[in-house]
């Protein structure tokens, strides 16, 4: 079984300016749930736009599924949902947007339409295939995006603050919906922590460019001392059980 | 109207910055028309170095001036590749099928030479100069209100504008985007129409915001017009300089 | 299409600011008229504008060259008479932004571009005349008015720096090269056309009411 994402040594900085990422190293297997978690500034997005070959690292080497990362090459295998929805939808109805991806792979019509179908059967979303994505609830925009993405197949999904702008539904529709997904890997940055705490089997604090803390859910971000050194704070539902737990 | 702090802290203080803009505009713009009609090669030399002196007050570093000029430095490049080699009668130099033609060169340096002169004092009157105060010396001068209210929404989107598209862009490419045919243009107008329905809603939004406080009322007038001395100083100079080259040009 | 300072001769480029006061006192009018407040014009046209003067920024690669949108057809498609003034702005920030253009040839750059923007927007009202909803004569119009409005402007610019370039230049000479300057602006035209009609439809299907520059 192949790694998922191996990143090696990496560090990454403007021109002129203090870096961003130092020297991280990581490896997530297949299959892992991820959640990045960390304090405005730490760093994730930068991250992630290194993972994805958006921007070029300063030093340090990415491999995803042990292929090494080619900024600006088109790899469909890993999937990136942004925080701004909006940024992500850009045709006139859901159909076309979700076909988007999947034509840019070269796959014929049928192949398209089937990919369609099935996606939007899996996120729930067949009622809204033919309307403009533009005039959507927040939580419909995010799942179509998520959609767009998944029709796409990528093994590796990267999502940045997925729950920011949901509703109570639309969130627990997506917890749901990550937790069907066990033949891929996830890695997300999330401010949202019970969600973390939800999807993932494993987190990452990330903090001033570095991994602070890799380990089980509960065990990082139930360490108050952890948690506050680096500007985040216990989840209610841990800290229920530590108190519990003193008791 | 420059975005980089760095250069704000170089101009303050300087005398164009320090120069009234509803006294300044016209003043410059008056000197830059001036160098338009300008024809006479025995006033470039004057013209060069009015614009240098012009610069020179700005405060402005030599280095901000050359990062403006490369862009449409170009088109003078152009200008030099063609018309020394093709303009004109009297050849001063032949290699093969190539000849230098006095004509086609001293048209060059005219072409040039305005060219850069008019730019100098453009950058120099508009790095010197916010906004704010550009807009208030247009009003000043006549130019409705609805020009000017547009010149400040439309410089605030530019931005937002930019960061949305490069977002947009990163995210296309991400699902395999690549430019060059056909489905790219669709694309490109799909990426176009939803930067414009999208952007449209807080446009609105925004506007609606501003007229909750206040914004509309036309009646408010313009910020007081305080001038000094050295205010119609500097634009006297400025207007009797170019009387100078209009009179070189015409009577000269 | 932009024509940079000291080429024209002064006289040229004063009768340009004339033309574009002018045009812009006609565009007021037809925007009192079109707007109970013309204020709320306002966000749309600066939406547009920027995205005018983003234009010139964005390279459009059609191997083997790569070109850059003008965009006066689409700005006269939607916006009608405040297309002239959206041009004007549009043109002063880039010149003083990017010095792309020219301050002493804002005037004409203004007649240059917003003109042809005002003949595409009076071509695409015809849609009116079609059924306003109906996507063929939607983009057939569209096209037909963001063609017209490059290769005009392009027509244009090429006759008045024939006509307007000083004497001592090789008439035939340049007469030739701006000709052909003139000429390469076809696939530009084309390419436009075809852009601007696949963002009306793309507006009819989303929002249709941005395709509308009546009263508002």
Same mark, same amino acid.
């Given at each position: 079984?192949?790694?998922?994402l ?5 560090? @990454?900085?403007y ?5 961003v990422i130092e020297?991280i190293n990581?490896?997530?297997?297949t299959g ?11 760093g994730?997005?930068?991250?992630f736009l290194?993972?994805?070959?958006i ?18 090459? @088109?790899?469909?295998?890993v999937?990136?949902? @942004?925080?701004?929805t909006?940024?992500?939808l ?5 159909r ?11 796959l ?5 339409q089937?990919r369609?179908?099935e ?11 033919d ?10 925009q ?5 959609s ?12 940045d603050?997925?729950t920011?702008?949901l509703?109570?539904?639309?969130r ?5 919906l ?5 033949d ?5 940055a999330s401010h /949202?922590l019970?969600?973390?705490i ?13 991994i602070?803390a890799?380990? /089980?859910?509960t065990?990082v971000?139930?360490?108050e001392?952890?948690?506050d ?5 216990v ?8 108190h519990?737990?003193?008791? | 109207m ?7 802290t ?7 910055s320090?120069?009234e ?14 160098f338009?009609?300008?024809?006479d090669?025995?006033l ?6 009015t ?13 901000y001036l050359f990062?403006?000029l490369?862009?449409?430095?170009f ?7 063609i ?12 290699l093969?099928?190539?000849?230098l033609?006095?004509?086609?060169l001293?048209?060059l340096?005219?072409?040039?030479t ?5 730019l ?10 916010p906004?704010?105060q550009?807009?208030?010396a ?12 547009l010149l ?7 931005f937002?504008l930019?960061r949305?598209?490069?977002?947009? &862009? ?12 056909l ?12 930067m414009?329905v ?5 446009a609105?939004?925004?506007f609606q915001?501003?007229?909750? &406080? ?10 007081a ?10 634009l ?8 100078g080259?209009?009179?070189?040009q015409?009577?000269? | 299409?932009?024509i ?9 480029a ?20 079109q ?5 709320n014009?306002i ?13 010139s920024?964005?390279h459009i690669?059609?191997?083997p ?8 057809g689409?700005?006269?498609v ?6 002239f003034?959206?041009?004007?702005v ?11 253009g ?6 004409i ?7 042809p923007?005002l ?7 015809l ?12 983009a ?13 402007g392009?027509l ?7 006509y307007a370039i000083?004497v001592?230049?090789?008439i035939s000479?340049e007469?030739t090269?701006?000709?052909a300057?003139?000429l ?15 963002v ?12 509308e520059?009546?009263?508002l």
């Open positions: 079984m192949t790694d998922a191996t990143i090696s040594n990496l560090s @990454f900085a021109p002129g300016q203090d870096p020297k990581c490896t997530i297997k892992e749930k991820v959640g990045l978690v960390g304090p405005n500034g730490a994730k997005t930068t991250l290194l993972i994805t070959g921007i070029k690292p300063s030093s340090g080497q990415i491999l995803v599924l042990d292929q090494p990362v080619k900024p600006g090459a @088109f790899y469909p295998s999937g990136m949902i @942004f925080q701004h909006a940024d992500q850009i045709s006139p109805s859901v076309e947007d979700l076909a988007f991806g999947p034509h840019n792979m070269g014929d019509k049928e192949e398209i089937v369609i179908e996606t939007a059967e899996l996120t729930g979303i067949t009622a809204l295939l309307r403009p994505p533009h005039h959507l609830s927040a939580g419909e995010r799942l179509v995006a998520l767009g993405i998944l029709a796409m197949g990528p093994r590796l999904l990267i999502m603050e997925p920011s702008d509703d109570i539904r639309y627990r529709r997506l917890i749901k990550l937790g069907n997904m066990s891929k890997t996830l890695l997300v /949202d019970e969600f973390v939800e999807t993932c089997s494993r987190v990452l604090l990330l903090e001033g460019g570095r602070q890799d380990g /089980d859910p065990e971000m139930g360490n001392t952890l948690m050194k680096h500007g985040l704070e989840p209610h539902s841990l800290s229920a059980t530590w519990r737990h003193k008791k | 420059i975005a980089e702090a760095a250069l704000s170089a101009v303050a203080g300087s005398l164009l320090r120069w803009a509803r006294l300044k505009l016209p003043g410059l713009l008056i000197l830059i028309f001036s338009a009609i300008v024809q090669l025995r470039l030399a004057p013209l060069i170095i614009a240098a002196l012009v610069y020179y007050l700005s405060g402005l570093p030599l280095s990062s403006r490369k862009l449409p430095g088109f003078l490049l152009a200008i030099a590749i018309l020394p080699f093709w303009s004109g009668q009297s050849v001063l130099w032949q093969g099928p190539l000849a033609r006095l004509e086609g001293l048209g340096l005219l072409i040039a305005k060219f850069i002169g008019i100098t004092v453009a950058v120099a009157l508009f790095a010197t100069t906004l704010a550009v807009t208030v247009l009003r000043s001068l006549g130019i409705p209100w609805l020009l000017t209210d400040l929404f439309t410089y605030r989107y530019i937002q930019a949305d598209l490069q977002r947009m &862009r990163t995210a296309a490419r991400l699902r395999g985007f690549v430019g060059g045919s489905f790219s243009l669709k694309t490109l107008a799909h990426i176009t129409g939803s414009l999208r952007s449209h809603a807080q609105e939004r925004v915001a501003m007229a909750l &406080r206040g914004y509309g009322n036309t009646s408010l007038p313009l910020p017009f305080q001038p000094v001395l050295l205010d119609f100083l500097l006297s100079i400025a207007v009797l300089l170019a009387t080259f209009v009179l070189g015409y009577i000269f | 299409m932009h940079p300072d000291g080429i024209i001769p002064a006289s040229v004063v009768s340009g600011y004339a033309a574009t006061g002018g045009l812009t006192w006609l565009s007021l009018l037809g925007i009192k008229k707007f109970t407040n013309p204020r014009g966000p749309k046209a600066a939406l547009l504008t920027a995205a005018f003067f983003a234009a920024l964005i690669p059609i191997p060259v790569s070109v850059h949108l003008v965009l006066s689409l700005m006269g939607m916006l009608g008479w405040f297309a003034p959206a041009i004007l549009g043109l002063l920030l880039q010149a003083v932004m990017f010095q792309h020219g301050l002493t040839t804002l005037g750059n203004a007649c240059l571009m917003g003109l923007a003949v595409a927007a009076s071509i695409f009202r849609r009116y005349l079609f059924g306003k909803e109906k996507p063929l004569p939607n057939i119009l569209a096209f037909i008015a963001a063609f017209l409005a490059v290769a005009m392009a244009m610019a090429a006759l008045l720096l024939i000083p001592y230049i090789d000479a007469r090269a701006v000709l300057l003139s390469a602006h076809l696939p530009i035209a084309l390419i436009e056309g075809v852009f601007t009609a696949m009306v439809l793309f507006l009819l299907k989303v929002q249709p009411a941005l395709l520059s009546e009263k």
